[in-house]
């Protein structure tokens, strides 16, 4: 880092220029969020008057606007104020123009669509190297998500992760599907001393058993049919940083033993080849499997259990943290906006309260596909629980119906009968009904054993 840049209490100011009122909204509503102060300019008319009496740290503009377009706006602001950061937004179609534009002073641009974290990392990457610094805006948007929520549940999880995180110790993370265990991994080591290394995810639920071995550990030529070059395992790619073991319990007993040896030795050897080679990598693990039964059943090692589980933490299932879910749907509103170009929908105190009331069988991964499908299906920019795409809270039985209940209102009974909903309006096909409710197969089966419910009633005749 340059030695003249230097820290400072207050925050970072920048002026977004953009004759698209809805956009100015939108990108204010993002930037101040991530702690930013904003300055608004409807056109570049507007821009240049506000440079004369406002101090600014960095611009972003729009290429193509009326009364002035982007190129003549950087040179008149360049004649007054030359070290002035500027990052242009444009159409795809006019890269060619932002390009000419980087070559005239401009220090970056992004073509439209873009996801949120894009311009807040050219943003950060222009103001570090520009000399401006402020721990605050440095946030990690992991950290500040699980910081800022409201629940108990939260709250204390995150306090644990603290403690937890200067460590070097294994962790496992236990939750249901779609609770955000990656993101608690992620949060554990960027909180940790190894933040600026690798982190690197194995999925061990989606990658074949006869392929996880070579992804893991890595292969050498030759050794066997196809390998045809040499291969560096993500054991080893994780050297120095961390390694997120996904759906642990998914892995082979094969597997398990040299997991198992790796975790004592901390060296691999890869597939065909005769030395061994040290890894120096902090190990997390997850899984939404009931590892305990496993191991009576004889399905997951106890030693390997333990060495896993040196710290154990249980994520909440969201309908047990429902203070955060309208915090949640409020940033997956702002960020699948962003995502698709949009202007930014409303979303209404009653949508709220509607969101709350559902009991989200597929929790978080669940909240966000409803709400990116709500952005795209509502109308007039007001998200409604209608636009949602969900089956909806439960009605009352009818007679003589397979999903009849009784006038329990508890957070299960509640998830047995939205379970049973999207069984009977599949006809009772357990894949469809999972990719209905948002959640993995493997989840949708758990969750008929637990309430013993009998798909085979719902079939369609």
Request: charged share 30%; glycine share 6%; hydrophobic share 40%.
């Amino acid at each position: 880092m340059n030695a003249d840049i230097k820290k400072r209490k207050s925050l970072p100011s920048i002026m977004i220029v953009d004759d698209d009122l809805k956009i100015l909204e939108v990108l204010d509503a993002r930037l101040s969020s991530a702690g930013f102060k904003i300055l608004k300019a409807a056109g570049a008319t507007q821009a240049l008057k506000t440079l004369e009496s406002e101090s600014v740290d960095l611009m972003i503009s729009d290429m193509k606007m009326p009364d002035m377009g982007g190129m003549e706006l950087l040179e008149k602001a360049r004649a007054t104020l030359p070290n002035l950061p500027v990052i242009f937004i444009t159409a795809y179609g006019n890269i060619p123009d932002a390009v000419k534009a980087v070559k005239a002073g401009a220090v970056d641009y992004l073509a439209k669509p873009f996801e949120g974290q894009q311009l807040l990392k050219k943003i950060r990457a222009t103001l570090k190297k520009a000399g401006v610094v402020n721990s605050q805006i440095y946030a990690s948007p992991v950290i500040d998500d699980i910081k800022n929520a409201k629940s108990d549940n939260m709250l204390k999880l995150y306090d644990i992760v603290k403690k937890v995180a200067p460590s070097n110790v294994s962790v496992l993370i236990l939750g249901e599907s779609g609770v955000g265990k990656e993101r608690i991994a992620r949060l554990i080591h960027e909180l940790g001393p190894r933040k600026t290394k690798p982190f690197v995810v194995v999925d061990c639920g989606s990658t074949p058993a006869g392929l996880l071995e070579s992804e893991l550990f890595g292969h050498i030529r030759g050794s066997f049919t196809h390998a045809v070059n040499d291969k560096t395992g993500l054991i080893q790619t994780a050297d120095t940083g961390t390694l997120f073991l996904d759906e642990i319990g998914n892995i082979s007993p094969e597997m398990q033993i040299r997991l198992l040896r790796f975790i004592e030795d901390r060296k691999i050897r890869r597939i065909g080849d005769i030395k061994e080679n040290p890894v120096d990598c902090r190990i997390i693990a997850a899984t939404n499997a009931d590892l305990i039964e496993d191991i009576k059943n004889g399905r997951f090692r106890e030693d390997l259990y333990y060495r896993l589980r040196v710290v154990t933490l249980n994520i909440p299932r969201l309908k047990d943290r429902k203070e955060d879910i309208p915090l949640l749907a409020r940033q997956f509103v702002a960020d699948a906006c962003e995502m698709q170009g949009i202007e930014q929908v409303e979303l209404p105190q009653k949508t709220l309260d509607w969101l709350c009331e559902y009991p989200w069988p597929g929790n978080i991964r669940e909240l966000k596909n409803a709400v990116e499908a709500g952005i795209v299906l509502c109308r007039d920019s007001v998200l409604k629980p209608g636009d949602l795409h969900l089956i909806g809270l439960p009605e009352m039985p009818e007679s003589n119906n397979p999903v009849d209940a009784d006038d329990t209102f508890s957070l299960e009974e509640t998830e047995r009968l939205v379970i049973l909903r999207a069984l009977k309006k599949t006809g009772g096909v357990q894949k469809e009904a999972a990719e209905l409710l948002g959640i993995s197969r493997r989840a949708i089966h758990y969750k008929i054993k637990k309430y013993s419910i009998d798909s085979s009633l719902m079939r369609r005749q």
